[in-house]
């Protein structure tokens, strides 16, 4: 009989989640009781807990077998009476999500940086999911940090480590540990939503494709779902095996970190669809030959196109978008006639929306698309989702996202990031902009003035609860907008995220390079906000 254990501990100050759970470097997770303290406090905050369901996994990246081993002891002396846990430590964000909601759980924990670099001297990183699958919310992260500063001892059972790669059921005191597959309860999820028939003609038939899962996470389940179930060329997906240090790249799926993908769909008789996807497979970017999908349009896409999807047929109810996410989405939501909303950035705000049936599709601008069958991001599944409308409407990406344009109009978006900024700096920036917000629509310059400007504070239309000091807007006369905030997931110095957009209606320029279209915008931004002074950067680091 392992017996319970009480270990001392100090708090520490720094445990505060961000955007997307605790993100720090290994270092300071590998301190005595760093990760100990964090999941007490969570735990402290679910009363509910006796004899419930936890789903554990993450990403694969280094310290995920240790973190596990450890969390396993903690449930098993916090009264939690079974925890689902994928073989090898290894679940995506989007797996756990849906066994979350299949197992009726009390909650789920994610381990992972997502995009963040894995390896001994990179990132780590921990979530928290509630039982509708979602990442929880700053209600109850903010319970979280308040416990963590005052908490002075975690529990533990003084069992030894468990094999991680036996499938199976295994004791752990009074906890039982189920090990399972990672991958197939979500794959048969995935045949529920869409025409795996359809898919499979279009790739079987001999349509080449390309999917870089980046040493990731999504690596075998877009092996089962992509070349075992659906018959694509052996080797289409490739980098298919999760690294502990990602093969010391950045899991991060844009045109700079997918360079190897982005050179092969550029060849002449390279793939004709192309997608990546990121460390804990809940991002995913796509490519057609010689094209780019901004993620802002993928969503409008997609909307667009649900009725030719069987999950997703006649039942669209609103869509929902993150502030600095493109309005493209909101031209397809007017003309379906449903609702559109616009939420502070991070998945966690779409939770509440999605219970409610408000809306079946969301999206934001970085590389990030779900649905309301899980309450996260499913990189996977938009990848899925974009096959499908290929063999449905029997075209090239160019040729559906340019008749999209054609349509709707085109919003043309750019997001610079500046990144390892001196925190001081760059808080100095967005304060010295802050305090202008006021003034600026009434300050005429030139012939586009700032017609509105705030900073974004989101009252959530569900429980009532607001979210103040979410990004700084400004808007112009001729609907273009600028955004600017800083990223609440990185983890050396401070990020600034600089989001562009200009809307051209439908008969102007809609074949314009985007930077140069963004260019006279690029120009303004650095006007009201001297981007390089404050950053000390000539230019941003990454363009997306
Ligand atoms: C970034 C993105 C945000 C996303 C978050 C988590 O946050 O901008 O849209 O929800 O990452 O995604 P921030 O605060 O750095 O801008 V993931 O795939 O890293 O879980
Ligand atoms: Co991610």
Not at 124 to 136: E, R, V
Not at 276 to 295: E, H, K, Q, Y
Not at 382 to 396: D, G, H, P, T, V
Not at 463 to 468: E, F, K, R, V
Request: one cysteine or more.
């Amino acid at each position: 009989m392992a017996s319970i254990i009480t270990v001392k501990s100090v708090p520490f100050p720094d445990q505060r989640p961000g955007t997307s759970g605790l993100r720090k470097p290994v270092a300071t997770f590998r301190q005595p009781h760093y990760l100990e303290n964090f999941v007490q406090s969570v735990f402290d905050c679910l009363d509910q807990r006796q004899g419930q369901t936890l789903v554990v996994g993450g990403d694969g990246r280094y310290y995920n077998r240790e973190a596990i081993q450890i969390i396993l002891r903690m449930a098993a002396a916090n009264g939690f009476s079974k925890v689902l846990l994928g073989r090898g430590g290894i679940l995506s964000t989007p797996a756990v999500s849906a066994l979350i909601r299949q197992h009726g759980a009390l909650g789920g924990i994610v381990l992972s940086a997502s995009h963040n670099p894995g390896g001994p001297d990179a990132d780590f990183g921990i979530k928290y999911n509630i039982s509708n699958g979602g990442p929880a919310p700053e209600t109850f992260t903010q319970q979280v940090y308040e416990r963590s500063l005052s908490i002075n001892a975690y529990r533990c059972c003084d069992t030894a480590d468990l094999d991680l790669d036996q499938e199976g059921t295994t004791e752990l005191g009074n906890l039982v540990v189920d090990i399972i597959d990672p991958v197939t309860d979500y794959a048969d999820l995935m045949e529920t939503l869409f025409d795996f028939d359809a898919i499979r003609r279009l790739l079987a038939g001999g349509m080449p494709i390309c999917v870089d899962t980046m040493h990731a996470v999504t690596g075998p389940y877009a092996r089962e779902i992509l070349e075992n179930r659906l018959g694509a060329a052996p080797g289409s997906v490739i980098n298919a095996t999760p690294l502990d240090d990602f093969g010391g790249g950045h899991p991060d799926p844009n045109l700079v970190h997918a360079a190897a993908l982005v050179a092969q769909l550029n060849s002449d008789d390279g793939p004709l669809f192309g997608a990546a996807t990121d460390g804990d497979g809940d991002r995913n970017m796509i490519l057609g030959r010689r094209f780019f999908v901004t993620p802002s349009d993928s969503l409008a896409i997609l909307a667009a196109n649900a009725d030719l999807i069987p999950g997703y047929r006649g039942r669209l109810t609103g869509i929902a978008r993150s502030m600095p996410t493109s309005r493209a989405a909101d031209r397809v939501a007017e003309r379906l006639g449903i609702s559109c909303y616009e939420t502070p950035t991070g998945w966690k705000f779409f939770g509440n929306l999605l219970d409610a049936g408000e809306i079946t599709l969301c999206g934001e601008e970085s590389f990030g698309t779900g649905s309301d069958h899980i309450r996260e991001k499913d990189g996977l599944w938009a990848i899925l989702f974009w096959l499908n409308i290929l063999a449905a409407r029997e075209q090239s990406v160019e040729q559906i996202v340019t008749e999209h344009w054609a349509s709707y109009g085109r919003d043309y978006y750019t997001r610079h990031d500046y990144e390892g900024v001196d925190t001081t700096r760059a808080t100095e920036l967005m304060d010295r902009l802050r305090d202008q917000l006021e003034q600026l629509p009434r300050q005429t310059a030139g012939d586009n003035p700032v017609i509105l400007a705030d900073d974004f504070c989101y009252l959530d239309p569900i429980d009532g609860s607001t979210s103040a000091g979410q990004g700084l807007r400004l808007l112009f006369a001729d609907d273009s907008r600028i955004v600017m905030r800083l990223s609440g997931t990185g983890t050396r110095g401070a990020t600034l995220r600089v989001y562009l957009e200009r809307f051209v209606p439908p008969g102007g320029a809609i074949n314009q390079d985007t930077q140069t279209a963004l260019a006279p915008l690029i120009e303004r931004a650095e006007a009201l906000a001297n981007i390089r002074h404050y950053t000390g950067m000539e230019r941003p680091t990454v363009i997306t």
